[in-house]
């Protein structure tokens, strides 16, 4: 059985920094295409990050560069999203999840997180 299960989160002035973590289990996030994707109320889920299963590739939202960094932790079998510089349009729901293939689309993914919420206050 696979569980995606998440930490992190909270509430953060602008400016300040979060570190999410998405710990699975019943899967290796070494062979595995890992993304983090957000969800603002009334809107839909969106892209925030990739990386490949070897770790090499690596994508980002045109909101996350140079901001959050994706990372994985093979031994601890987690998956990381630093967020730095934060801003108040960073709050959302942020969601981890597993996917068969490099791609930015929420539809390719099958295995997701609980959600985490982040609020940025400004």
């Known amino acids: 059985q696979v569980q995606l299960v998440q930490s992190g989160g909270g509430l953060v002035q602008a400016g300040g920094s979060l570190r999410l973590s998405c710990a699975a289990s019943?899967?290796?996030?070494?062979?595995?295409?890992m993304g983090w994707f957000r969800q603002s109320r009334g809107k839909e889920r969106e892209f925030v990050a990739v990386?490949?299963?070897?770790?090499?590739?690596?994508l980002y939202s045109a909101s996350a560069k140079g901001r959050f960094t994706v990372s994985r932790d093979n031994a601890k079998n987690t998956v990381y999203l630093q967020m730095n510089s934060l801003k108040s349009e960073d709050t959302a729901v942020y969601f981890c999840?597993?996917?068969?293939?490099?791609?930015?689309?929420?539809?390719?993914?099958?295995?997701w997180g609980q959600g985490t919420q982040v609020t940025v206050s400004s």
């Open positions: 019943g899967l290796k996030v070494s062979k595995y295409v």
């Open positions: 990386i490949g299963w070897s770790g090499g590739t690596i």
């Open positions: 999840a597993h996917s068969r293939g490099f791609s930015i689309e929420s539809s390719r993914y099958d295995y």
